[in-house]
Nanobody, 123 residues
Framework: QVQLVQSGGGLVQAGGSLRLSCAASGLKVSKYVMGWFRQSRGKEREFVAVIGWSGGTILYSAAAKGRFTGTRDNAKNTVFLQMNSLKPEDTGVYYC????????????????WGQGTQVTVSS
């Protein structure tokens, strides 16, 4: 049974930081492309970052680049998203996901999803 269990969300002030965790079971994160998405109220799910299964490839959305850092800890079978300099527009539900099919920025390319965790950034 594949599970992606997320933690680390919460309420922070603008300019603050959070680190999101996505702990996998039933799959090895070392063998999957791992993506991070977010969904703000009334908006479509938005690509944030992707961590490749090999070569250390990490790509970010324009909004995330320079502020967010995705990492993979294969020993812990967990991926992380460190979010710094948070802005109110970063508010939303953040999801981790596994297994893209080439179009890593597209949510439909992923097979498994975490339950999501709320990130709220106050102004």
């Amino acid at each position: 049974q594949v599970q992606l269990v997320q933690s680390g969300g919460g309420l922070v002030q603008a300019g603050g930081s959070l680190r999101l965790s996505c702990a996998a079971s039933g799959l090895k994160v070392s063998k999957y492309v791992m993506g991070w998405f977010r969904q703000s109220r009334g908006k479509e799910r938005e690509f944030v970052a992707v961590i490749g299964w090999s070569g250390g490839t990490i790509l970010y959305s324009a909004a995330a680049k320079g502020r967010f850092t995705g990492t993979r800890d294969n020993a812990k079978n967990t991926v992380f998203l460190q979010m710094n300099s948070l802005k109110p527009e970063d508010t939303g539900v953040y999801y981790c996901a596994a297994d893209s099919t080439y179009d890593y920025q597209c949510a439909e390319g992923y097979d498994y999803w975490g339950q999501g965790t709320q990130v709220t950034v106050s102004s």
